[in-house]
């Protein structure tokens, strides 16, 4: 990224420092910074593909573009809110691509960031209903969301896992975040335990074993 805009500061700002910049006034994404977003989350995409162990999963552009936006836009919302309500789906839209594990990766890289600006929206105005389109976008892209208190236990988790890549780095953000809600779902608690094997308590000694038996 070699020209500032405030699209491709925020972007860069969170995924190298974590930190963001609220600039004084919206303005409209051109397709050059898509395109210069679009080459920079690609480079991320094969930095991280390195971990994956695997090289089957491709890039998807269009959900990296889609959910840049998304997160530039909500970063934005946090403060310049006049007479924007209106714009909410203008500015947060539904993806409309294909839904597979490469989508969920390559949005992943934008999305991860998504819980914290609703933790902030949350703690400015708990009925913002920005904060409702937010937790939507993260109820489809969830493996974004996981450490945040989202209501997933009707998924159907033997499809949504069906992917061993995605599963796999499914479960090590699970561990990761420490979350307690999705580990104690049968189906995720039989396969974390299966993968820790006798080192559980190594790995996470406060994880409870679910018996399905019992969940029935």
Same mark, same amino acid.
């Given at each position: 990224?070699?020209?500032?805009?405030?699209?491709?500061?925020?972007?860069?700002?969170?995924?190298?420092?974590?930190?963001?910049?609220?600039?004084?006034?919206?303005?409209?994404?051109?397709?050059? @910074?898509?395109?210069?977003?679009?080459?920079?989350?690609?480079?991320?995409?094969?930095?991280?593909?390195?971990?994956?162990?695997?090289?089957?999963?491709?890039?998807?552009?269009?959900?990296? %573009?889609?959910?840049?936006? %998304?997160?530039?836009?909500?970063? /934005?919302?946090?403060?310049?809110?006049?007479?924007?309500?209106?714009?909410?789906?203008?500015?947060?839209?539904?993806?409309?691509?294909?839904?597979?594990? +490469?989508?969920?990766?390559?949005?992943?890289?934008?999305?991860?960031?998504?819980?914290?600006?609703?933790?902030?929206?949350?703690?400015?105005?708990?009925?913002?209903?920005?904060?409702?389109?937010? @937790?939507?976008?993260?109820?489809?892209?969830?493996?974004?969301? %996981?450490?945040?208190?989202?209501?997933? +236990?009707?998924?159907?988790? /033997?499809?949504?896992?069906?992917?061993?890549?995605?599963?796999?780095?499914?479960?090590?953000?699970?561990?990761?975040?420490?979350? /307690?809600?999705?580990?104690?779902?049968?189906?995720?608690?039989?396969?974390?335990?299966? +993968?820790?094997?006798?080192?559980?308590?190594?790995?996470?000694?406060?994880?409870?074993?679910?018996? @399905?038996?019992?969940?029935?």
């Amino acid at each position: 990224m070699t020209e500032n805009t405030p699209f491709l500061d925020t972007l860069f700002l969170l995924r190298k420092e974590e930190c963001i910049t609220v600039f004084s006034n919206i303005q409209k994404i051109s397709e050059k @910074e898509e395109q210069d977003a679009a080459d920079y989350f690609e480079s991320e995409f094969e930095k991280e593909r390195l971990e994956f162990l695997t090289d089957h999963l491709e890039y998807d552009k269009e959900a990296a %573009v889609w959910a840049a936006k %998304v997160l530039y836009y909500a970063a /934005q919302l946090y403060l310049i809110r006049e007479n924007t309500a209106k714009d909410l789906d203008q500015f947060i839209p539904e993806f409309r691509g294909m839904k597979n594990s +490469e989508a969920l990766l390559s949005a992943d890289l934008s999305l991860r960031f998504l819980p914290q600006i609703i933790v902030v929206l949350q703690n400015l105005d708990p009925d913002d209903p920005l904060i409702k389109k937010l @937790e939507s976008i993260l109820l489809q892209f969830h493996y974004s969301g %996981v450490g945040y208190d989202l209501d997933l +236990e009707n998924m159907n988790w /033997q499809e949504e896992l069906k992917e061993p890549t995605y599963r796999k780095l499914y479960l090590e953000r699970i561990v990761e975040k420490r979350a /307690q809600r999705l580990a104690e779902i049968p189906f995720i608690n039989k396969l974390l335990v299966a +993968e820790f094997g006798l080192h559980k308590d190594g790995f996470w000694r406060e994880l409870k074993i679910i018996n @399905e038996e019992e969940n029935k």
